[in-house]
Every structure is written in C-alpha cells, then in structure tokens.
C-alpha cells in the first residue's frame, strides 16, 4: 500500500448524537476507498461504537483507533461570582490498552462528575488518567484556541504546560 497522506483522527459517527450521521458499518469502505491504513473514532462525549468500530474495521484490514472527544473545563471565573468560560472539546486517542482503560474512566466521569452542568472533565481529572492517552488539543475550538481568540496568551501558555506536564510528548 502507498503511503498515505491522511489518517483521520477527529471522526463522528452517528453515535455523536447531532454531530454526525455516519453509520459505524460503513466505516471501513469510507478509509479503504480513501487509502486510510488507520482511522480514529473519536465520538464526542462516549464510547458507544467502540466495539462495533474496533470489530468492523479489524474484519476489514484497517487498524481502528478508538478515542472519544470531551469537553475540558479548563479555566476558572475572573472574578467571584462570574461563570467560568465554557468547557471545550479536546480529542483523547488511546495509545495502549491502559490508554484505553483511562478513555473508558475520563467518558464516565464526563457524566457521573458534572452534576447539573453540561457534560465535561476537570483539569485534574484529566491529569489523573493521561497515562496512555494522546491528546489533541481541539484546535481553534478547543481550549488553548479560545484563549488565544480572547487574547490571553498568558492563560493559554499556562494551560498548555499543565497539558504538557500530563502529556510529556503526546500532547498536539
């Protein structure tokens, strides 16, 4: 096989409810036909197609990357009794099975540790379960970009460390 120029990584399917429509099973024709060794799912929020994914595209000869795209709370209210800024999407990439292993526990706690609040993990959480994990920083939608866009370089400089301090070189 030549080499190929694109590997998706940041993938939703129909599992990502109002954020994508393409059924798991057609998955592995869509990377076949477009010369993809490799594809990523990566679901925002759960790991409901992790299975049928990982399944479908083994059958196929295609290797599967599982991950899953979470909301990050990233920063805290500038003055007492201010909301903080919006939790953004970074995408998680399972390298090993223990990666895997802490995907599984940072999509639960996504949902078990918000409470009333939209759907997110912590700084800490994330930390706490990096082992294993790549992460991708979400792009200009992602934490780092809406600092950037909010003109607090400062801010994204700190957070990038924190995010590098649990990453090492996994962090994009």
């Known amino acids: 096989m030549p080499q190929p120029r694109f590997i998706h990584l940041r993938l939703h399917s129909a599992y990502s409810l109002l954020e994508g429509a393409i059924p798991v099973k057609a998955l592995p024709a869509l990377a076949r036909d477009a010369g993809m060794p490799a594809l990523a799912l990566t679901d925002s929020g759960n790991l409901f197609g992790a299975l049928e994914f990982s399944q479908a595209m083994a059958a196929a000869g295609i290797q599967p990357i599982l991950g899953c795209q979470l909301d ?3 920063a805290q209210a500038e003055r007492p009794g201010d909301r903080p800024p919006p939790p953004r ?6 390298q090993n099975e223990a990666g895997y292993g802490n995907l599984m526990r940072l999509s639960s ?3 078990l ?4 609040e939209v759907p997110h993990v ?3 959480a994330l930390a706490a379960h990096a082992a294993g994990l790549i992460c991708l920083t979400g792009g200009a939608s992602g ?7 909010a003109r607090k370089a400062e801010a994204a400089r700190d957070l990038a460390a924190r995010l590098a301090g649990a990453f090492a070189d996994r962090l994009y």
């Open 72 to 74: 990050l709370a990233f």
């Open 89 to 94: 999407p970074v995408v998680l990439l399972a």
């Open 109 to 111: 706690l996504n949902y």
């Open 113 to 116: 540790e918000a409470g009333a």
């Open 122 to 124: 912590t700084l800490d």
């Open 143 to 149: 934490p780092l970009g809406a600092l950037l866009r």
